[in-house]
């Protein structure tokens, strides 16, 4: 289906509304029927039907239909965070025993679900490093039934080869999820190449303006339905229709944004990627790096979210840097308009500088809509305040 059909005209029925050109937010948690024949007949699709706002609302029922087509799906579900979605997407795939294998270093409550609550369910998971297949391979046991992937991740950005997890997993009878938060579907279909499901935090792209918490699942008919059936309706992470509507209003602007930002980030990465003060990029779409001709293969760009490694000898001239920037928010998250640096050295205290294993001179920028030309004066003004 065509982008600009999908994100102008899929799922609006104006005249379900006084021919209104935007959807109204049907902030409504219940739903009357005429007849007992009526509610009965409802009453067996709590998933199409609006009946109850915690299984289908209108609005979020037409959010629901552009979401999965973006991203060639047969349907989608969204939730109130993308931790929700991650975890609504994992448990409906795994009971007590079963085998998880997922990348090394996923989003960090994702690691959280398998390690700490599936955990105590019985659920084992086992970590791998995701850049070559056969570690998959060597992974697998007789009970593994899911691979959880983060292709690339959102921080050092590693791939993982879609095309042959995905023929490994199918011979081997595993459910594959992937979280494609990072390229969102404009940017990358996952479920094009084979995937099961994907999960997205829709607080990121999706949404773009900093201004809710949402989540996505995208997958087949049987795969939405399982998840509905269970997790879905029975955590109950429901989004609200006043975010629904906002993430509809979001998504017109969707494809725009990313061709904008993907825009602004290619020549704020070919300034710093010459930099006497960067020792390293970590960008998908970085020709030096060793994954390129992967990324080029499965992603059509690469959005604003990249890292350096700052020539830095102390933390103190990473502070001093970081602190120095004016147009970049210090924050977590991404995805929004606006231009963001998360340095890693805020993981770390004066007394305790290994706290994580990560490199303290990492810092990961996500750039939004500013100027370019102005985000680069920016970081140039910044990296004057360190010594030479
Ligand atoms: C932010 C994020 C999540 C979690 O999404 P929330 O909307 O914050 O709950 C999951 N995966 C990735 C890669 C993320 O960046």
């Known amino acids: 289906m065509e982008q600009s059909y999908i994100t102008n005209h899929l799922g609006e029925d104006r005249q379900q509304y006084f021919d209104a050109i935007a959807p109204p937010i049907i902030q409504s948690s219940n739903f009357a029927f005429h007849s007992v024949a009526h509610m009965r007949d409802k009453l067996k699709d709590e998933m199409n039907y609006p009946l109850y706002t915690r299984g289908c609302n209108p609005t979020v029922a037409i959010l629901r239909k552009k979401i999965a087509a973006l991203a060639s799906g047969e349907d989608a579900l969204v939730l109130s965070s993308g931790s929700a979605a991650v975890s609504a997407a994992v448990t409906a795939q795994v009971k007590q025993g079963d085998h998880v294998i997922c990348v090394a270093r996923p989003y960090s409550w994702t690691n959280k679900l398998l390690d ?81 499901m994907t999960v997205h935090s829709a607080t990121k792209y999706f949404a773009g303006h900093s201004d809710l918490v949402a989540g996505v699942i995208i997958g087949s008919h049987t795969h939405i339905r399982k998840i509905f059936e269970g997790a879905y309706m029975t955590f109950g992470a429901t989004i609200s229709p006043h975010d629904a509507w906002l993430m509809l209003r979001s998504l017109r602007t969707l494809p ?133």
């Open 116 to 196: 700490k609550t599936l955990h105590r369910f019985g659920v084992n998971t086992t970590y791998i490093d995701g850049t070559d297949i056969a570690h998959f391979q060597q992974a697998i046991l007789p009970n593994t039934t899911l691979i959880f992937l983060e292709s690339p991740n959102s921080l050092t950005f590693e791939l993982q080869d879609i095309e042959a997890v995905v023929q490994l997993a199918k011979a081997n009878n595993i459910t594959t999820i992937m979280d494609n938060s990072y390229a969102s579907p404009i940017f990358q279909k996952p479920l094009e190449m084979g995937i099961d």
């Open 256 to 388: 725009i944004r990313m061709q904008h930002i993907a825009d602004n980030t290619e020549k704020i990465v070919r300034h710093l990627k010459q930099h006497p003060k960067v020792e390293h990029l970590y960008y998908p779409f970085d020709k030096d790096n060793p994954q390129y001709a992967l990324a080029k293969k499965q992603m059509k760009r690469a959005p604003g979210l990249f890292s350096i490694l700052l020539k830095a000898n102390e933390i103190t001239e990473v502070e001093r840097f970081v602190d120095a920037l004016q147009l970049f928010h210090l924050a977590v998250s991404w995805g929004g308009y606006e231009s963001l640096v998360f340095p890693l050295c805020v993981l770390q205290t004066s007394e305790n500088y290994s706290f994580t294993d990560r490199p303290f001179n990492l810092i990961r920028f996500s750039v939004g809509l500013d100027t370019p030309e102005e985000l680069i004066k920016d970081l140039d003004r910044a990296f004057a305040q360190i010594a030479v």
